[in-house]
């Protein structure tokens, strides 16, 4: 039974810092492709980041820069690290998984297991 549950959100001031944390179950962090996804109020869910157990970690273009995706295999954990936050990250923050082959960003509907979320509030 695969479970997956982020922490680590909260509401911040505009150009702050944030680390999310997904921690699993099932010993799935080494072996499977795993995924950041956010959500703001009234807009669908958009990637921001897959991490591959490859080890290398993909990011979506409008990421770039502010957002580092890392795991901890031997704590079966992966993070999200959020630099200079905008009011424009204000969403729900998702944690997501799938086995497979994991060579970039998929859409939301390709991943099988999610977590419950974490809630990002970022105030100017």
């Known amino acids: 039974q695969v479970q997956l549950v982020e922490s680590g959100g909260g509401s911040v001031q505009a150009g702050g810092s944030l680390r999310l944390s997904c921690a699993a179950s099932?010993?799935?962090?080494?072996?499977?492709?795993l995924a950041w996804f956010r959500q703001a109020p009234g807009k669908g869910r958009e990637a921001v980041a897959a991490l591959s157990p490859t080890g290398v970690t993909y990011y979506a273009d409008s990421m770039k820069g502010r957002f580092t995706g890392s795991r901890d295999n031997t704590k079966d954990t992966v993070y999200l690290q959020i630099s200079s936050l905008k009011p424009e990250d204000t969403a729900m923050y998702y944690c997501?998984?799938?086995?497979?082959?994991?060579?970039?960003?998929?859409?939301?509907?390709?991943?099988?297991?999610w977590g419950q979320g974490t809630q990002v509030t970022v105030s100017s």
């Open positions: 099932g010993n799935i962090v080494s072996r499977a492709c």
């Open positions: 997501t998984a799938r086995f497979g082959l994991c060579n970039g960003l998929s859409t939301d509907d390709k991943y099988t297991y």
